[in-house]
């Protein structure tokens, strides 16, 4: 089949044909969904190595175990699923490794990510709920960024997350307040 003919295929016919072993089916799956999950990792990580490595990971998890995915929800929530886990599980490396070099624990990590995020093409006030952002606690984090920066609904939110509904509102208004208050210190 031509490269271009999969671009008509919708996602079910490319999920058979990946798992049949066609790589230029499973390449349409990486190129229809590179742009979302690179939203999603660099929303929670920022713009850094970590990010690229990251979203890589993403589809070589996908790729072996595309033959797992029952079609129940859409792919892209599928997709999404991995990218949040492996984002979380990120996050969660880096809050020990750090809190292993630190004293003052979770403060300094979070400056260090912050650090790392300053970048001289960005504006400022990318910059600034860059590092807000940052500040947030992950579980906090992954609700604004699915939210708000990825226009997912409450609803794709919630099952995305494997959350109840009730716990992605109340997190996205905590997180919405926390953020507002950390917004007013920085500016």
């Not at 990318?126 to 960024?145: G, Q, S």
């Not at 494997?162 to 926390?178: F, H, I, M």
Request: net charge neutral; no cysteine; aromatic share 8%.
């Amino acid at each position: 089949m031509v490269k271009e003919s999969y671009s008509n295929l919708d996602e079910n016919q490319l999920v058979r044909a990946a798992i049949d072993g066609d790589k230029n089916a499973f390449s349409q799956i990486v190129d229809r969904y590179q742009n979302m999950v690179a939203r999603t990792v660099k929303g929670m990580l920022g713009d850094s190595v970590f990010s690229e490595d990251i979203g890589q990971e993403v589809f070589i998890k996908l790729y072996y175990s595309l033959s797992e995915f029952r079609g129940e929800a859409k792919l892209s929530t599928y997709i999404q699923k991995i990218a949040v886990n492996l984002t979380l599980n990120e996050i969660k490396r880096r809050k020990r490794f750090f809190s292993m070099f630190s004293q003052k624990g979770n403060a300094e990590m979070y400056e260090f990510e912050v650090a790392d995020q300053d970048h001289e093409n960005r504006s400022d006030a990318k910059e600034l709920v860059n590092k807000a952002l940052a500040k947030l606690e992950p579980k906090f984090r992954i609700i604004l960024t699915m939210r708000m920066l990825q226009g997912y609904s409450t609803k794709e939110t919630a099952e995305i997350l494997d959350l109840p509904l009730g716990t992605v509102l109340s997190r996205l208004s905590r997180a919405q307040e926390q953020l507002r208050d950390i917004l007013n210190k920085l500016s």
